[in-house]
T-cell receptor
Framework: GQNIDQPTEMTATEGAIVQINCTYQTSGFNGLFWYQQHAGEAPTFLSYNVLDGLEEKGRFSSFLSRSKGYSYLLLKELQMKDSASYLCAVRDRLAGNTGKLIFGQGTTLQVKP | DTGVSQDPRHKITKRGQNVTFRCDPISEHNRLYWYRQTLGQGPEFLTYFQNEAQLEKSRLLSDRFSAERPKGSFSTLEIQRTEQGDSAMYLC?????????????FGPGTRLTVL
């Protein structure tokens, strides 16, 4: 079956670093994505990993270990505007070249002053 | 604005009524996806088009749901005989075809409330 797990909620302090973990078990794998979603808004793309290792983009970094079915999103120098839901998604390769994304339930991050 | 647009943004309807939503993807994107998202959950895949061809439908998409993309540009999602369980945010996303298809761009969504 398809299963993507991430914590439901996290709280962190402004200026700090937070790591949001994601584990997955899917029939196929063709990349892992992180999206940010503010309440009532559309998801916006943050990062993409298809090979093992760390991808860094400004204050955000994402790590992937395919053998462990594990990824994390690292947010540095947290700002109040980072309060949002963070969605982990796997692109499923099983259904040919569809490119459809299988999402986890999302992690709601609250940044406190 | 050259992003993905959806219309309407909100729709309130009574159980049993039919509703239709529209999605306008980014113009050069030939892939278009529909997802459904309920409160506290991540989006769930519904269906996918490459140009005008509907290539995959989720088992979540019952016979009451139909989607079209007649000219390979905008798409419509129709729900017939709506039920309260259809209440959700309906998201549309578009992307390029492989190999340049790594990012799906999402529209703002249509929030459906079935009374």
């Amino acid at each position: 079956g398809q299963n993507i797990d991430q914590p439901t909620e996290m709280t962190a302090t402004e200026g700090a670093i937070v790591q949001i973990n994601c584990t997955y078990q899917t029939s196929g794998f063709n990349g892992l994505f992180w999206y940010q979603q503010h309440a009532g808004e559309a998801p916006t793309f943050l990062s993409y990993n298809v090979l093992d290792g760390l991808e860094e983009k400004g204050r955000f970094s994402s790590f992937l270990s395919r053998s462990k079915g594990y990824s994390y999103l690292l947010l540095k120098e947290l700002q109040m505007k980072d309060s949002a839901s963070y969605l982990c998604a796997v692109r499923d390769r099983l259904a040919g070249n569809t490119g459809k994304l299988i999402f986890g339930q999302g992690t709601t991050l609250q940044v406190k002053p | 604005d050259t992003g993905v647009s959806q219309d309407p943004r909100h729709k309130i309807t009574k159980r049993g009524q039919n509703v239709t939503f529209r999605c306008d993807p980014i113009s050069e994107h030939n892939r278009l996806y529909w997802y459904r998202q309920t409160l506290g959950q991540g989006p769930e895949f519904l269906t996918y088009f490459q140009n005008e061809a509907q290539l995959e439908k989720s088992r979540l998409l019952s016979d009451r749901f139909s989607a079209e993309r007649p000219k390979g540009s905008f798409s419509t999602l129709e729900i017939q005989r709506t039920e309260q369980g259809d209440s959700a945010m309906y998201l549309c996303a578009s992307s390029l075809a492989p190999p340049a298809h790594n990012e799906q761009f999402f529209g703002p969504g249509t929030r459906l409330t079935v009374l």
